[in-house]
């Protein structure tokens, strides 16, 4: 069997930065990365170039970890782009951190990928067998080895000629010598945003990248644009055919953050109104709303102000957690909810309380939560989630469970209230969730609510 | 002159953890200290015992990048404190952090130290001339040879010798083969607790410690209490005269966790309370309160409720700094706010803020929030802090800056005001403060405020 | 311009050890590299094979800097190849050194090179155009891609393919889950020998790889032969036309360890005997001989030995260097040479001394070590050198200087003895030199020496 | 039990060197420590002061390990001393590395000692029952108590005081911020030397630290000697009750550095008539004489020489050697041996071998390297030692094992070429090894040879 064999099941969110003509190139991208962190915590990675030649830096672990004033100088030329990486898999994890950068015929390129194809199985196997040599287990690889194989002349050509042949979720940014290019796939489904800072072309994944370094946002890139940014200027192109808009909704729900402004709304207003929603559809009488805090705080907020209810920050999230954490041999109940949060007993003592959360994935955490409430003194209490019942896995780049590890994939919200030990259990229902996105409803991807994927993994 | 003179104005916060015959004791001081982390940052150690030998482990850094399962596992045998620390001075700052270990006459000796001695320059120039050779610069390396050179026979009647010699703020723990000792200064400026985990006694700095790993809170130390554990039991002993008791309210302002139980008091409680004393003493018409995050949420909670004016996490707090921060060359107006705080434009757009906040020390920071708010669109911005202005330097182990770079030790609030750019500000007054507190009122050390030093350092 | 032209000026010296089939294989690979440490000192690599699985640990360093317990452990499986490298250049040093570990469409494969291919310029650019990705700038890898783009389906059939499109100097392994094979050019430029050790087939380039763990040495390949080692035993193919063979004389004059047999020969033997012709040929009358140490050892007892004049060790070599030494900035006289060797001043002084080396490159080292021995007292110094005179650079794996650096390529022997500043200078002759390798005097390159390049490099 | 205890078996041979008023102070001791490295090999320090204050550096293994660009440079001033250490035990091993760099009551104090003290298990006893508090377990530390205790006023008087409580041997370099003071203790046990270096004063264990930098040597200490060098110049005291002069004589059978002069004589020239001698008194009719390398190098050429027997380097030996080396699980015989010798088939084979080395410690080493003579085809193996039987341990500096571990303590020579398994077996014997020595024949210590202990170790 191929060892570099693709797991379809595994992918990664990511996060993406790069900037054209700027004295100080790396340490922006540096500090866009930065703020991008949330996106991907487990590597990152910048590429430079002066023009003549493009140096690489990447390493594991977060932004601040990785870059220090050592590597950072060495990125020398006033261009780069940058990458954060969720999940990793296999051994040689460092190889799989982005950017890539390659040499081929034409000379050094460099690629960063915010997404997922799902022909990439195929697609490797084809390549392997006429003779490529892939150096990662990435499916991004395969779109170097496609414009490598390109028998186009110029590199726009070379570019879409790959770019027809792949499928999937991908915002891109390409760097060379000469050109730094954005791409975003034909459906949307990821962000990918353009910006200007100093007279500079940026271009990231959330604008909250551009407010960190005082860039102004001009817009986010069209579906199926690509932008080609040289000397002589910026040139849109929009080669390939048409399709529907599918614009991930989890990064309004969860995945974005709240002070970005992605899919044309500002997220933490979208999570607000999610509040206000589900509390028009899922009323409680409760003593006090807490959120399962930081993603369900807005929520939350929205919840309370509808229902006036009390809003109390009866949980408490402790940020000093690193990647690793040695968990002591005896078993310490609930440990793992623990060291992230511990909620407070003065506050939560004989209350009926209105619990917060964006969605429940396998519901084991949820239950202990809950379980951690009622060791705190709660009486009761009612867990609101502002979004549908997550019942299948996404395919185009964030990395979820199977579908039989999604508790609701099998469970009624009767039943998994059951499991979780909540005094009662209610969801956002899909209709108000996209009434929140308003005249904006018709352009998302809601595949892992109700199962309608525009495009399915190819073996 | 001597190069290790001790500046009387560099202090520090730390946070100190201690169980006694555990099978896991380093283990469980490691998640200890991790529950502390708060209450420093730049350094961690741990010290074992098994009962023959000591053994210790340290480094710079938070408790996850200095523990690994390497090291953590060479801390053997049943016993073990362990500490965090903030501020380091001077060059060789490994040596400062604590527990410090040392071989005396008597065998093996620890100590953890939480606070700050008064006269610790004139007991240091004694001892040194006297042919004592220190190894650090921390003013707790004194009591260590103060123990070294009592006269006195048993390891308890050492102690309260060499304590007895020392002044200012002091919670320690020691450890031994045969004992772990807990002591609490007279003026109990410093916490300390006694818990129970699985049948083993338990010291830690704040109550959040002991719910990580689901130890049972059982009571504060009083003030001048010395806590005695060996295989024979737990004693307790008071061999100091009698004195006022002067616990730090910033505790209780800003510096323990919210979740945490200290000086009989929830945190998160008296902060709330805090901001609605705040609103009935500076109310204000806005149309959104905001807090400044993470450490203003409580207070702005309770400030908005009174008013019922709506609650908004109006700027969202970047978690993910680390210690050191590459800024780029190029002036990036509030930089060092913008790292770790950004403002959300569309829920401050053409609002009147009411931004709360829990002190202000120079003044430089609430100016450049109150701009950054303006910058995204807020129309009015009114700061509301939830203690008095602090006028004093803290002597008992609160890192501060002096008295003339306190913003408040020179300017009316006014001229505060105007500095900051706020379009009103309104501090909490004392008599509000301590109300708050309740029957506790008269136990607390509130010098910073109003100059009322119960020591005053020694040269 | 292409940033990974291969430049045909700078190749590298390698050693190169592999083992089928015993439970201690990278332990084992691990000791032969060490053996083979004289051959490279910059980088060192080991690949494994479990049978189903490939595994590399590498860095750049001694072979004890990069393998520890830590690592080796890691190398599990009873099948290995390992490498040492000599010179590194370009930016990524660590991605060229090797063995280079690939995944192609029929599975891993792992390589190690000794040698310098001569077309390699040409083929890359070939290869790249055509849509190859290159990881290195090192020549090897153009063998894996043309393994790789084969359309041959048996693995020794593209290696043979492969193998007759490149040109040069290569002793070669590969590994991969099913087999370990050993290549050795046509010409036979490198060393490369067969040994059994406790029943497994071991590969190495010197005996001394096979003395250490206690293997017997069976044979040397022969120039064009591969060995191909399987499950179901050991087959020797020789696919290649008949050449002449053109083993290199610098193995034996100075490369390889004295303790070694390569070529048909014991090099201790060979440089003995080369003293004693250097003897025959250019005598002196002197009071000592004095070797430089440790490569001019062997000559200067042969050559002592035969004029019978007192042998003695009058230069102190320095063991203890390592890669990096840091140079004080005030000029030191002569600071390169004393830093390695250091004359003793009670065995020269007043003494007229026939100093014995095995090769003059550039003269300047000598030019310091002539000074040297003035400095502590010798009133003569005579220097021999056991070989001719170097006038050519090698394009077959051993790292030189230019043509125009050689200072035997431009000055007669009596210039550079003045420019040494020796009362006399005498080289070995090439009749002498081939004299000494008796009835194999046909089966060497001698290029260095007289200019008869059997290939020259392409571009 | 005192965890410190000092073990009186257990000690160390070092090197020191110093240099007072140069611009390059730390660079240059850099290269002093280089050329002693043969001194201690287990960990290295160095010491700077720029007049105000004092610096250190140091760390666990080769001086080129431990010192680099970026430490060095650290090393400001124009005054420095280092020290490289042989033998570490206990578990802190990186606090026991010297220079010693303590602050007391008058200031900075660094310390570097060659020796070791017989009264310090008692010394640190009486130190610590009245205070003292231990960083190392090192007998060096207990002169800095002592000075730091004197009650006198003047350094020079304080370290008078100090010394004169100390017994044992000791080559002492103190550094401040205002002297540097060299120190031999009365018996003169360990070499130290004065030299001068571009106008400065410069000390070292051996020239050929000196050689190195081309410094000149100027003279010995004497025993007894203190040399104290301030701004004011250079002052000569001798503060101590004359005594008999007791220098080790192993420095010159093994220890010191073939280059360099120590003890009035220079060490290649003493051990190559050592081999003469041995030549005289223990003479073999054999092919060859082969050294044991390197140390036996030079006593062999002197008995080769003698006896008119042909010289050969039949034991190459591999300079690569690092501190830890992974073993192998699968027993290879003669392993550790192995590692370091090889010996050469073509030249012993069907030989009688005059084997030649410089002592016979517990007598498994050389057993190993006989068998492996006879594995290669040595015919025969007489063995020649240049010192007599090794019969006690050494109490003055060098690391020796206990009596009972020494083969000579319990068994004749006659067993002892039994246990070895060579054909014969010849010790100099001790009136031989002192005649060489010459006019110099009563001035050195012989005690591991005749059990004539000047100083015994107390309790």
């Known amino acids: 069997m191929n060892p570099y064999f693709i797991n379809p099941k595994l992918k990664e969110e990511c ?24 996106r991907g915590q487990e590597g990152a990675g910048i590429v430079s170039s002066d023009g003549s030649r493009l ?9 601040n970890d990785v870059f220090k004033e ?11 782009i940058g990458h954060v990486r969720y999940s990793t898999f296999g051994d040689d994890v460092l190889k799989n951190v982005q950017p890539f950068l390659v040499n081929i015929a034409q000379g050094w390129l460099a690629i960063a990928h915010n997404g997922n194809l799902t022909n990439a199985v195929r697609l490797r196997r084809t390549l392997e067998q006429s003779g490529s040599i892939f150096q990662t287990t990435s499916d991004t690889e395969i779109i170097l080895h496609l414009i490598a194989r390109s028998q ?23 760097l060379s010598e000469k050109f730094l290019i954005a791409v975003r796939d034909s459906y949307g489904f990821r962000p990918l945003l353009l910006g200007e800072f100093g007279g500079s072309v940026v271009f990231a994944s959330e604008t909250a990248a551009f407010d960190l370094m005082g860039a102004k946002f001009i817009r986010e890139l069209d579906p199926g644009e690509i932008v080609i940014v040289t000397d002589s200027g910026m040139k849109s192109i929009k080669p390939f055919p048409p399709s529907e808009t599918k614009q991930c909704i989890f990064e309004h729900i969860y995945f974005a953050r ?3 402004f992605v899919f044309g709304a500002n997220v933490y207003e979208v999570r607000h109104a999610l509040g206000r929603q589900l509390a028009k559809e899922k009323p409680v009488s409760a003593d006090i709303v807490v959120p399962v805090p930081d993603s369900g705080v807005p929520a939350a907020i929205g919840y309370a102000e509808e229902l006036k209810i009390p809003f109390q920050m009866g949980i408490i999230r402790n940020h000093y957690i690193g990647r690793t954490f040695i968990e002591p041999e005896q078993a310490i109940r609930n440990f793992g909810v623990k060291i992230k949060l511990n909620p407070i007993r003065a506050v939560l003592e004989g209350k009926s309380v209105a619990l917060v959360d964006d969605s429940i994935i396998r519901g084991t955490t949820s239950q202990k939560i809950v379980h951690l409430l009622r060791q705190n003194g709660a009486k009761e209490v009612h867990l609101r989630i502002s979004a549908p019942p997550t019942t299948g896995p996404c395919f185009y780049g964030i990395d979820t469970p199977t579908k039989s590890e999604l508790i609701a994939s099998s469970k009624s919200v009767q039943d998994i209230c059951a499991f979780i030990g909540a005094d009662s259990l209610g969801y956002l229902s899909l209709e108000g969730l996209l009434d929140v996105e308003q005249k904006n409803k018709h352009n998302f991807c809601t595949a892992c609510f109700d199962d309608r994927y525009p495009l399915l993994p190819e073996d």
Chains 1, 2, 3, 4 share one sequence.
Do not use: M, W
Not at 152 to 166: G, M, N, P, W, Y
């Open 70 to 80: 050592e590597n950072l100088c060495r990125l020398t030329g006033d261009c780069a």
């Open 55 to 63: 140096r690489i830096e990447k390493g594991l672990g977060l932004v």
């Open 152 to 174: 186009k002349k110029e590199f726009s050509d070379r570019l879409i000629d790959a770019l027809k042949q792949v499928k999937g979720a991908f915002s891109l940014l390409f």
């Open 258 to 260: 709240p002070d970005s």
């Open 15 to 38: 996060g993406i930065f790069g900037i054209f003509k700027h004295p100080e190139a790396a340490n922006l991208t540096y500090l866009g990365l930065y703020a991008l962190q949330h």
